[in-house]
């Protein structure tokens, strides 16, 4: 179903060298490359094979290509090849000695999407261009194919050119594009070795919002090269029924639709499940999953509520004398997929992933209105199940409130810490720590290891509630829930009757999980990174949370006793000494540790290690969770085989 509010086209105009536009030069870069690309660990290392296939996928959305083409090749390179229109290769109007392909790649935020007239929608959230890939590369080759000519440019050392731009005969079969070969440059990058799953499950992503689109990956570093497709016709209404792959529906149809004005697009699809997460709407902008949301996410969950309860009460689901149906009644279960494209967004909030253009709130809202109107009215079956589900959740809320409403004012008003909670002497949250630990065993060695000022000790008994398979209203019947968001200080997302969750109110900017390196200990991570993930989520984007990582071994050399983070670690420490004939202890419980060992091998801050957890992928790590705490066994047993072996590079 299409939603007609206007028509216009995101087909740009000339692709030539009046079109590339150029701001400003390279230099800075290889001075600061955080600044460009964020950091120049895992996640930066993989931003530049996100540029560029950023530039191709414009070309896409500009309506000139149809496919693109990653290779990792075991020499460390990384090669982007597409079929769009070629970079441009005449002369440069501002740089006349310079070809444009020369300036792309060498001049910074040089490129049709900045102001010129190339392309009228652009992705990518750094958006600086190729020209940073090269100046943070060891080499680079251009290979371009344009006008029934093939032309190849290659660069050295960060940018330096190897000669100039050179026509190397026709081009096969009169073929056009663009083919980027690059190498990470060592000296920049704390690693260089990119990780396969990382790429694809973005590039699958940027195939889902780009219907039509085919996106080929293969991994040549294995001894048998690893080849994934994704190509979705059905674009976004695709997305939604693989984010719902380990859920049950609560119909087979994913609803549609889509709508246009001014230049300005929005698709939306949607689907709802037999679960009660609250939090599964997933925007992005000109392909920018926008994790905090924004003027889009706003605009569909306002003409949802508004559509949802003209429904009911033109149906007479709900009384008169009934108050209407909350926007958390409405979504539990639902997931749905918000994708705009505008010609200049603008990103705000702490990680640029809020989309703050107030134009498309009304648009998005005026659309969605409409066609969920129509929709409901089309569909009636499906349409009485979304509203009975809603109903129920209304119900649900109600008497969960009415029962709770003292409990939950003390859980959430701040009225008073939780009485397990050892609390630190410092008020300052930058300096401020909270240890949540497993067990009263490890939480009595905590409290007696710690340095009072600045740590605190929230012991957890048990596991607590998986909030993946329950109500929202549940997680305030479970006591250790409820002192986690009482020590926390902040809030939660997505409770009734709540501002919703506050990180400049948070106690601690560092919370750090302390469980053991067992099965028990990872099932009680994996909840508690659940739980925040889904009414905490900015805990986890804002880069609070902390594993902790105690050691697995300890053993003595001479009077001193050594501590061996993993198997791992205890290989290179044999490697080192192959004649050492002590007995490793393998240590199964932070319990067995008194204070002193807890102190010296896990929180003494000048020898700890801690394992930053990050959120780069906000749908990917849904679906995670979803697989890892959802009902499909087969899905979570898939998921465990899959990643038993690469387990260190888990990120959430």
């Known amino acids: 179903m299409v939603v007609a509010v206007g ?17 400003e030069g390279l230099e800075p870069v290889r001075e600061r490359p955080g600044m460009f690309i964020g950091s120049t660990g895992p996640g930066g290392l993989h931003h530049l094979v996100y540029e560029v296939v950023d530039n191709a996928v414009d070309e896409a959305m500009a309506g ?33 000695d310079k070809s444009a392909a020369e300036v792309v790649l060498t001049v910074l935020h040089a490129g049709g999407k900045f102001g010129g007239t190339g392309y009228k929608v652009s992705g990518g959230l750094h958006g600086v261009g190729v020209s940073v890939v090269n100046a ?81 990956f293969t991994d040549e570093r294995r001894p048998k090269p690893v080849r994934h497709e994704f190509c979705y016709p059905g674009g976004i209404r695709d997305f939604v029924r693989h984010l719902n792959e380990s859920s049950e529906a609560l119909f087979d149809e994913v609803g549609f639709l889509s709508a246009a004005e001014d230049g300005d697009e929005v698709e939306i699809a949607f689907q709802w499940n037999t679960g009660f997460n609250t939090d599964g709407i997933h925007s992005f902008a000109n392909g920018i999953n926008t994790v905090e949301g924004g003027m889009h996410a706003e605009g569909f969950r306002s003409a949802l509520t508004s559509a949802m309860n003209n429904y009911a009460r033109d149906r007479k689901m709900l009384r008169p004398d009934d108050d209407n ?83 939950r004012k003390s859980a959430l008003g701040g009225a008073g810490l939780p009485g397990k909670l050892t609390d630190c002497s410092s008020g300052d949250p930058e300096e401020a720590e909270l240890y949540i630990v497993e067990g009263d065993s490890a939480g009595g060695s905590a409290k007696e ?57 948070i106690r601690y900017h560092k919370v750090i999980l302390l469980c053991d390196a067992d099965v028990d200990g990872s099932h009680i991570r994996t909840l508690l990174l659940t739980f925040f993930f889904h009414r905490m989520r900015k805990l986890l984007s804002g880069g609070y949370v902390y ?71 906000a749908v990917t790590a849904d679906r995670i969770f979803s697989v890892l705490m959802g009902d499909d066994v087969d899905a979570r047993r898939g998921f465990i085989q899959d990643n038993a072996s690469d387990v260190r590079f888990l990120d959430v």
């Open 7 to 23: 028509t216009d086209s995101t087909v740009s105009g000339d692709y030539n060298a009046d079109a590339i536009t150029v701001l």
């Open 64 to 96: 000139h290509c149809s496919s693109i083409e990653i290779t990792l090749r075991a020499d460390g390179t990384c090669s982007v090849t597409d079929d769009g229109r070629g970079i441009p290769v005449e002369a440069h109007p501002q740089y006349p």
């Open 136 to 216: 943070l590369s060891s080499e680079l080759e251009a290979v371009i194919d344009r006008d029934g000519r093939r032309w190849k440019l290659q660069f050295c050392n960060g940018g330096e050119p190897v000669g100039e731009l050179t026509d190397t005969g026709p081009s096969p079969e009169s073929s056009t594009g663009t083919t980027i070969t690059f190498k990470p440059d060592p000296t920049v990058f704390d690693h260089v070795e990119f990780r396969a799953q990382t790429l694809t499950e973005r590039l699958q992503m940027m195939a889902f919002l780009n219907a039509g689109l085919c996106i080929g």
């Open 325 to 407: 149906l909350q926007g958390d009644d409405i979504r539990e279960g639902l997931t749905a997929v918000v994708s705009v494209r505008l010609e200049a967004p603008q990103f705000e909030g702490q990680t640029k992933a809020k989309l703050g253009n107030t134009a498309m709130r009304s648009l998005v809202q005026k659309a969605a209105y409409s066609g969920l109107s129509e929709w409901l009215e089309e569909h009636p079956t499906e349409a009485k199940l979304v509203t009975g589900k809603a109903i129920d959740a209304r119900r649900a809320r109600i008497a969960a409130q009415k029962a709770r409403n003292t409990v």
């Open 449 to 505: 290891a710690r340095d009072p000022a600045t740590m605190a000790i929230l012991p957890i008994r048990g596991k607590i509630l998986n909030v993946q398979r329950s109500r929202p209203e549940r997680i305030f019947d479970n006591n250790e829930i409820s002192a986690l968001i009482s020590a926390i200080g902040a809030g939660v997302d997505g409770a009734t009757g709540e501002n919703g969750f506050d990180d400049a109110k």
């Open 547 to 617: 594993i902790a990582q105690p050691p697995l071994y300890s053993t003595k050399v001479g009077t001193e006793t050594v501590y061996l983070k993993d198997d791992r670690a205890k290989d290179a420490f044999l490697s080192d000494r192959p004649n050492h004939r002590n007995e490793f202890q393998r240590l199964k419980g932070l319990g067995e540790m008194d204070a002193a060992e807890l102190w010296e091998t896990t929180m003494d801050p000048a020898r700890r290690t801690l394992l930053r957890v990050s959120l780069e992928e």
